[in-house]
């Protein structure tokens, strides 16, 4: 019996410095298909305006290189930045996927933004649902998801090749883990998702969705790999058990304020990255929930 090779993927990074999101093409080695992870649209909240600074860079590259895009994929339904992946489906093709428990964070923040009935909350915004253990293919490249909740219900780990896109669920060694107190997250069920990551070969390569620079580091980074995060990471490395984590993130969570986007973030990327109907003057609106989270 043969064991088929791993093929691995290219994978180059595209940093928002606004919202500190890295975004990602993920390439078969083998072929021009890839997939589209993380992808932002830019957003100035004081005016009320998108751009698609951020994501026409990602588009040129895919242009550029002649590229397939054949997944655009959400690691979570993101708190700090709005997700470009309608505008780049537009542009380029491709199916948006996310983790079937989408449909609970739908439910929790359509209630908090009084979203209405015509708001769906059955993830049917997205073209494919994920579920734990699911695969799927991008060209040659042969993939699977596992669900990594507890930063949200709803956050899911993205293994392609020698790759794994962790979303927020890790951050690199010296910064350490997501945070567990928006609605639906928990602390305890995030010390379990993180552990499943840690059991991947050492070998593989993990790409955060973030970096903030921690102190002492000059330069943002956002790959490391499963044994450096099991030697390093600040929160929750090789010894740390889930009681001693669940205090630090717990203590920690206490002292943040609410990411400077999160309101109209999850309105937009819990539609898929779609913006409100407009409204019967033609103008679409974000609601601003007044002490609801």
């Known amino acids: 019996m043969t064991t088929k090779a791993v093929v691995n993927p290219e994978v180059k990074a595209f940093f928002d410095e606004a919202t500190n999101t890295v975004s990602y093409i993920v390439k078969d080695p083998g072929s021009t298909a890839c997939a589209i992870i993380d992808s932002v649209l830019d957003f100035d909240p004081a005016a009320g305006r998108t751009t698609m600074v951020s994501a026409d860079a990602i588009i040129a590259d895919v242009e550029s290189r002649k590229l397939q895009v054949e997944w655009i994929v959400e690691t979570h339904v993101h708190a700090d930045h709005l997700s470009a992946a309608p505008y780049i489906q537009e542009k380029l093709g491709g199916k948006i996927g996310i983790c079937d428990k989408i449909t609970i964070v739908q439910d929790v923040f359509g209630k908090i933004f009084n979203a209405g009935t ?103 980074a956002w790959e490391t790999t499963v044994a450096e995060e099991r030697k390093s990471n600040v929160h929750v490395h090789e010894g740390i058990d889930e009681a001693t984590f669940v205090k630090t993130r717990e203590t920690r969570d206490a002292t943040l304020g609410m990411p400077r986007l999160i309101l109209p973030s999850i309105q937009v990327n819990m539609r898929a990255g779609e913006l409100p109907e407009p409204e019967d003057n033609g103008t679409r609106y974000l609601k601003l929930p007044i002490n609801a989270v």
């Open 118 to 220: 015509e708001f769906q909350r059955d993830g049917s915004q997205f073209d494919r649902l994920f579920s734990d253990g699911d695969t799927f293919t991008i060209g040659g490249l042969d993939a699977y998801v596992i669900s990594t909740p507890g930063h949200t219900p709803a956050c899911m780990t993205w293994i392609i090749g020698d790759a794994a896109f962790v979303g927020d669920t890790l951050f690199m060694p010296d910064f350490g883990t997501a945070r567990c107190d928006f609605p639906g997250g928990d602390a305890s069920i995030l010390y379990h998702s993180i552990q499943k990551i840690l059991t991947l070969p050492p070998q593989t390569r993990l790409f955060v969705c973030h970096d903030y620079k921690a102190p002492g580091r000059d330069e943002f």
